[in-house]
T-cell receptor, first 114, second 112 residues
Framework: NAGVTQTPKFQVLKTGQSMTLQCAQDMNHEYMSWYRQDPGMGLRLIHYSVGAGITDQGEVPNGYNVSRSTTEDFPLRLLSAAPSQTSVYFC?????????????FGSGTRLTVV | TQLLEQSPQFLSIQEGENLTVYCNSSSVFSSLQWYRQEPGEGPVLLVTVVTGGEVKKLKRLTFQFGDARKDSSLHITAAQPGDTGLYLCAGLTTDSWGKLQFGAGTQVVVTP
């Protein structure tokens, strides 16, 4: 049982390049989310999904796109990388049963934009 | 401005001491969660509280959800070096199911 798998673990991009961060979960969770973590700011929500075909914006969505064509996968696309997008990115998934939920996080992708 | 405000930002204590971390908001939450994060890893869920006034215990950790469901606290008794980490609170508001939002975190360092 792999849980939440993120690839790549590290990436260096040049300003203006585009790329996709991959996220896959094998727990049949309905909810999936992308966060970025910067020093002193905790985790900020970029985009989230409550099921296949359904996505919505979080706190900091500008410069990022997502889609959710399957339950398992939730890729995050950087359209035109900027130095301000240098960060550690975490993908998470959760089940939902009434008031009960529990997010499992991947181990993160450390992205540097130069 | 973050929805959840955590205090203090940093806490350094000696082994055996007690500590409390606070998580406050002006919004009402359907539930709050606490996570701990180690360097280079993703956050790991410690507990979920869903009822106003609820108290949950996890060994030496005690979690409380405020009566009005706007705040929470984490108390560690007799802290150990293994408790060192970044503690994060996170919550779902009543109108944002699936949109889990985090506080900025409290870095706890416990020295032997």
């Amino acid at each position: 049982n792999a849980g939440v798998t993120q690839t790549p673990k590290f990436q260096v991009l040049k300003t203006g390049q585009s790329m996709t961060l991959q996220c896959a979960q094998d727990m049949n969770h309905e909810y999936m989310s992308w966060y970025r973590q910067d020093p002193g700011m905790g985790l900020r929500l970029i985009h989230y999904s409550v099921g296949a075909g359904i996505t919505d914006q979080g706190e900091v969505p500008n410069g990022y796109n997502v889609s959710r064509s399957t339950t398992e996968d939730f890729p995050l696309r950087l359209l035109s990388a900027a130095p301000s997008q240098t960060s550690v990115y975490f993908c998470a998934s959760s089940y939902s049963r009434g008031d009960s939920y529990g997010y499992t996080f991947g181990s993160g992708t450390r992205l540097t934009v130069v | 401005t973050q929805l959840l405000e955590q205090s203090p930002q940093f806490l350094s204590i000696q082994e055996g001491e007690n500590l409390t971390v606070y998580c406050n908001s002006s919004s009402v939450f359907s539930s709050l969660q606490w996570y701990r994060q180690e360097p280079g890893e993703g956050p790991v869920l410690l507990v979920t509280v869903v009822t106003g006034g609820e108290v949950k215990k996890l060994k030496r950790l005690t979690f409380q959800f405020g009566d009005a469901r706007k705040d929470s606290s984490l108390h560690i008794t007799a802290a150990q070096p293994g408790d060192t980490g970044l503690y994060l609170c996170a919550g779902l508001t009543t109108d944002s199911w699936g949109k889990l939002q985090f506080g900025a975190g409290t870095q706890v360092v416990v020295t032997p």
